[in-house]
């Protein structure tokens, strides 16, 4: 093979003492390792050190923030974001190092380059469930692409074409299930606060958590997981049910305080004779809401 240009890979982290090993280990074949520590209470920094990673301690300051600024240490103009539970399989490796080789000969148009993750739940690699393939942009040249910038489930926006690479990146998703309640609560707060001012109405607590659960169950084949699958649409109906409840406990406590729903507003106005906004417009036709994932 051809050599290669150099690949710098960021890592964030925090109190992974016990999952980082596995993970550095993997890419132990790369030019540079970056891991971003946001103030571990446990052995995650002399971790990363004994695996000749470069260790850069910083406050948190969220998910997509941390990882930009992890990009931004980077010496090397490709990037390879990989998180502290996951891992490099030898053939997802040779495939980096093949599309880097192809980079360096300038036959590679690609700015970026997709990989299949892989999730191991509970002891066992899932296939079903909406879970596999799991698509990420996690191979980028850092001038053509970006964070998104989203406090969860935050991507890399990518300016070019995007390739795609063969074998997979390794998902060891929680520790246990007490681990992905955790989690679930953690990330549901996050999505709560970053579309704070939506307004959510009670049909939305009951109908997309059943939708959620059914689509992973049924027409994804999550009941081809056994018992895991049977966990996993649930906790997947429960994690939209909880993003959506806390958005509406928000708006309570918004009333309490004294501010107006909006139904509230509209009728304050068209009881003092001014017509609503949405009568105003009401001849022109109901307006869609905006789609959004709310997985």
Request: contains cysteine; positive net charge.
């Amino acid at each position: 093979m051809s050599a290669r240009l150099p690949l710098s890979v960021i890592v964030i982290a925090r109190d992974e003492e016990d999952r980082l090993p596995r993970a550095l280990a993997s890419v132990a074949w790369a030019d540079e390792i970056v891991v971003v520590d946001s103030g571990s209470r446990d052995a995650t920094c002399e971790v990363a050190r004994r695996a000749g990673a470069r260790v850069i301690v910083r406050a948190w300051a969220g998910y997509s923030a941390q990882k930009a600024f992890a990009a931004d240490q980077a010496a090397h103009d490709w990037i390879l974001w990989l998180d502290a539970d996951e891992e490099v399989s030898p053939a997802l490796r040779a495939a980096i190092e093949g599309a880097l080789a192809r980079q360096a000969e300038g036959g590679a148009r690609c700015d970026a380059y997709q990989v299949n993750r892989r999730t191991e739940y509970l002891g066992r690699y899932l296939r079903f469930g909406g879970w596999y393939p799991d698509r990420k942009v996690r191979l980028f040249r850092r001038d053509r692409a970006a964070f998104d910038g989203r406090r969860v489930h935050e991507s890399v926006r990518v300016a070019g074409p995007v390739g795609r690479l063969r074998g997979e990146l390794l998902h060891h998703s929680f520790r246990d299930f007490a681990h992905h309640v955790a989690k679930t609560h953690e990330l549901a707060r996050l999505w709560a606060e970053e579309r704070e001012g939506r307004r959510v109405r009670a049909g939305d607590l009951l109908f997309h958590p059943l939708a959620k659960g059914l689509k992973s169950y049924l027409w994804q084949g999550g009941i081809l997981e056994g018992w895991r699958g049977l966990l996993l649409a649930g906790m997947g109906g429960y994690s939209v049910w909880l993003k959506y409840a806390l958005l509406r406990a928000r708006q309570g406590e918004e009333v309490g305080r004294g501010g107006a729903a909006p139904g509230a507003r509209q009728g304050e106005e068209a009881g003092r004779g001014r017509a609503a906004p949405g009568a105003r417009h009401a001849g022109r036709g109901a307006q869609g809401r905006e789609s959004e994932d709310v997985h």
